[in-house]
């Protein structure tokens, strides 16, 4: 054995642990991890280049995190039968793990990094995404990468009142708290979760809940790294060179007037032309052979002075770049039923961002299939986030749907579903589109407020309206200065230290994503950004009332109507028949969308369509078969011509049941071509006079309804070959001779 493997184990409690392994697996790279919970499995690895590519002035890291199919025993689905692109829930997941791990490298460490982590056996129980943050962490921990970590990430869910960390997949399910934070030992990092309408305080407790779980991991991970021998040791790097004159000179020249121009309060193009003017003046100022020897650092430094001047601007006079105070929200303006062929829109508009939000309603079959490697099931509700070039004024190529919009889309997809009514109410698929139209921060919220009201519009009864808000952060470490900002501006993003999402309603909060660009917050700024965050979103909701108050009483007129109810379990086959033959009938007469699935053993039956009465009728077929009335002699009904036979028709009485019309039953007259009467789908009155005595069928007539014609003489009954006396005369005679015969037989011959 030509390797050492060294262990570190956390104590979960409840009889649950991690182990993290490294030594044994992917030795070429910087360093790995194999990380084991139950049966869950990760390996996890880092390598990052020994130098930076030239002008880099950022990390270019990437996470990456797969799940492999043959973790949970399956195949991946399509022809070629591999793991493909990456899943919406996968990208979710190295999202989440790389905000976690960006803001703890050096800023000035530019070497191209890449961190992996692959899912490599799976527990039906234990959930990976709560693990890949710690598992990704931990590698860069036995490596030699400059990293000012450890870091971990955790999952924390309130199950009946307790706080739980790492849930098992069933107790979350019963959860009404789900969040994922990630932090250092004494800071956190990152927060995103969804909740059912929780109170500021009941989040911070889970956060802290969290706090200590991630501070235990980390010190496992130092104690790890340290029997590996890599604590405290990092590789030597130089990735920025700097020249402290033209730094001077930048600053001493430009910082007044970039502090002035902050502060006009000009919109977002006239600031972009206003800063624009001041760094070009000082350019051209240069001679032009500095201008092209210290281009890349004459850039930085240019970007460093507007930074320092618009934060200094808000943490000294509390004056933000539009003017605001650092509690102001933008002005708001909605409109809804703005698209006449969608089943709701509307339109929300916050200062410069602008969205324009869509409804669609569907069936059963518009459901979306999830086939990932950990589980395999349809979703009711989709929100999908669309982030045009245009919407910054921008030129840029289409290509695909970027993780950026993925994660938006998600977190607003968090923060409605809460409120959406049970699907025993509302059976419909619902599908909202956000086009971001305009962006100047915020964009992801504006889809949240605009949601709502899109939903309103349609006539969906969702519990309470979520409206949304972007809170903002500027520190001073030297002076401990720090200013929390509502309703945060593109730029105040870029150039703050946080960016945290609260959605919630009028009784608490939904959902949350906060985003650090330092290393980290204490809790009590985290408390007075959640207490801001919510008299923001009040006025924000109040707002929104003003375009429409409560949802509408019906759904569009040219939406579709849905109708669901339940049938007994055992009807089932019996609705849908021999190779979807009875549902695929009643679709086609009734000019209906039908479903059915099992659930917990009871049939879920769902009809749609934009006609009532047709609705109405395909119910009202769907359950005679479900609940079949009992076909009753002497009653008459109506019904479909199914199959004619040379002999008669026979003909639908009761869905699933048919009866013969004999061609005697059908007119007074002699009928000698059944198909001269009748033809095969046309309806058809008759009366049911009887049931066969041996077969048991029911035997139907159609005449018995018709006036019988003036001087009607019913036909003579067929003359019988005769009775049983003249059979047994015959009988007797044929004994007759053969008595005789056998009489004469038996005489002697001469």
Known sequence: MNYTVHNQTIDL??????????????????????????????????????????????????????????????????????????????????????????????????????????????????????????????????????????????????????????????????????????????????????????????????????????????????????????????REYCHENHCEDLRSRVNDSLYSKMFEAAQKGASKSERKESFKAITNEFVESLSEEERTEKEFMLKAYLHDVQKKAIRDLVLNDGVRLDGRSTTDIRDIWGEVDYLPGCHGSAIFSRGETQSLTTLTLGTKQDEQLIDGALEKKTEKFLLHYNFPPFSTGEERPLRGTSRREVGHGNLALRALKEVLPPVEECPYTIRLVSEILESNGSSSMATVCAGTLALMDGGIQIKAPVSGIAMGLITDKESGKYAILSDI?????????????????????????????????????????????????????????????????????????IVSFSVPGDTIGAIIGP?????????????????????????????????????????????????????????????????????????????????????????????????DVLKEGESVKFKVVGRDAKTGKIKLSRKVLLEKPEGYVEPAERPRRGDRGDRRDRRGRRNDRREKREETNSKPQD
């Open 489 to 561: 501006l593109g730029d105040e993003d870029h150039l703050g230290d946080m960016d945290f999402k609260v959605t919630g309603t009028e009784n608490g909060i939904t959902a949350c994503q906060m985003d650090m660009k330092i290393q980290g917050i204490s809790m009590d700024v985290l408390r007075e950004a959640l207490e801001q965050a919510c008299e923001g979103r009040h006025h924000i909701r109040k707002e929104m009332l003003k375009v429409i108050a409560e949802p509408r009483d019906d759904f569009k007129p040219h939406a579709p109507r």
């Open 579 to 675: 190779g979807g033959k009875i549902i695929q009938e009643l679709q086609a007469e009734t000019n209906t969308n039908i479903s059915i699935e099992d659930v917990d053993g009871e049939g879920r039956v769902e009809v749609a369509a934009s006609d009532k009465e047709a609705i109405e009728e395909a119910v009202k077929r769907v359950k005679a078969i479900a609940f079949p009335p009992t076909v009753e002699i002497g009653e008459e009904y109506e019904g479909k011509v199914k199959t004619i036979m040379p002999y008669g028709a026979f003909v639908e009485v009761l869905p699933g049941i048919d009866g013969l019309l004999h061609v005697s039953e059908l007119e007074w007259r002699r009928i000698e071509n059944v198909e």
């Open 13 to 234: 409690g409840n009889g649950r642990e991690i182990t993290l392994e490294t030594g044994k697996l992917a030795k070429q790279a910087d360093g790995s991890i194999v990380l084991k919970s139950g049966n869950t499995m990760l390996l996890a690895t880092i390598v990052s280049s020994k130098d930076a590519r030239d002008e880099v002035d950022f990390l270019p890291l990437t996470v990456d995190y797969r799940e492999k199919y043959a973790s949970a025993g399956r195949f991946p689905g399509g022809f070629f039968k591999r793991e493909a692109r990456p899943s919406d829930s996968e990208v979710l997941v190295m999202r989440l793990v790389d905000r976690a791990l960006r803001p703890m490298f050096p800023k000035d460490y530019h070497a191209g990094t890449q961190v992996m982590v692959q899912l490599m056996s799976a527990d039906e129980e234990v959930m990976p995404d709560s693990l890949v943050g710690l598992a990704a962490s931990a590698c860069i921990a036995v490596s030699d990468v400059p990293f000012n970590g450890p870091i971990s990430e955790v999952r924390v869910a309130r199950v009946n009142g307790d706080f739980v960390i790492n849930p098992l997949r069933s107790e979350l399910e019963v959860a009404d708290i789900d969040l994922m934070v990630a932090g250092t030992i004494d800071s956190i990092v990152m927060v995103e979760g969804e909740m059912s309408e929780v109170s500021e305080a009941e989040m911070v407790d889970a956060i802290i809940e969290a706090g200590k779980a991630i501070k235990e991991q980390c010190e496992a991970q130092i104690e790890l790294a340290k029997k590996v021998g890599t604590h405290g040791v990092e």
